[in-house]
């Protein structure tokens, strides 16, 4: 079985800073996929950005970037010029390739507050 | 990105009646899809995978008889919530597999919060 790890349970950062949300995850397998999603106040879930695990480089969607670390298992997001709008609940997610069926495993979620 | 679509948005009923909630694929065909329960400030709980054409399968601890779930097209879904009491208050959100070039993602609805009375 998989866990996902979110240490921060909340985070603040101002405005046009920079901020990185930390996560870690434990499984046995080699081929499998990392996600960051993000939940505003409005609640819906939005993909931020996807990693699969045989790639080496980090991913990156504007100022969106990953950390990834396999063999340390850690998937760390960094937001750069962070915005008001970035305020939201962040999730770390894990999907194991072949057999999960596609289930998503998450962590505990950090809240990220940007303040002006 | 693809989008899923769940209705409604919000309901409010009284306790011992049943709510119906469908989560629709909207520019895809979604041979899976998933049902999550979520608490203010927590993480989604996976309550059931539900496969088109197939039955549920639900995660342990979740009772079948109260969540129904169909999945009779290839893209819909639908949770029904039966007998509801105030503990099934609560946000429900669905998703849906894409599986494009190897390439797994999952899209998610923007939710239901369901209040029982």
């Known amino acids: 079985a998989q866990t996902v790890t979110q240490s921060q349970p909340e985070m603040s950062v101002q405005e046009a800073e920079t901020v990185t949300l930390s996560c870690t995850y434990d499984t046995s397998e080699n081929n499998y996929y990392l996600f960051w999603y993000k939940q505003p106040p409005s609640r819906q879930m939005i993909l931020v950005i996807r990693?699969?695990?045989?790639?080496?480089q980090n991913a990156t969607e504007n100022r969106f970037s990953v950390n990834f670390q396999k063999a340390a298992k850690s998937f760390s997001l960094k937001i750069s010029d962070s915005q008001l709008g970035d305020t939201a609940m962040y999730f770390c997610a894990f999907l194991a390739g072949g057999t999960s069926y596609g289930k998503l495993t998450f962590g505990q979620g950090t809240i990220l507050t940007v303040h002006p | 990105g693809a989008v899923v679509s769940q209705h409604p948005s919000w309901v409010i009923c009284k306790s011992g009646t049943s709510v119906k909630i469908e989560c629709r694929s909207l520019d895809f065909q979604a041979t899976t899809m998933f049902w999550y329960r979520q608490f203010p400030k927590q993480s989604l709980m996976l309550m059931a995978t539900s496969n088109e054409g197939s039955k549920a399968t639900y995660e342990q601890g979740v009772e079948k008889d109260k969540f129904l779930i169909n999945h009779a097209s290839l893209t819909l879904s639908t949770l029904t919530v039966t007998s509801a009491h105030p503990e099934d208050s609560s946000f429900y959100i669905c998703?849906?597999?894409?599986?494009?070039?190897?390439?797994?993602?999952?899209?998610f609805g923007p939710g239901t919060r369901l209040l029982v009375l």
């Open positions: 998703s849906a597999r894409v599986s494009l070039a190897g390439k797994e993602t999952q899209y």
């Open positions: 990693q699969e695990a045989y790639k080496q």
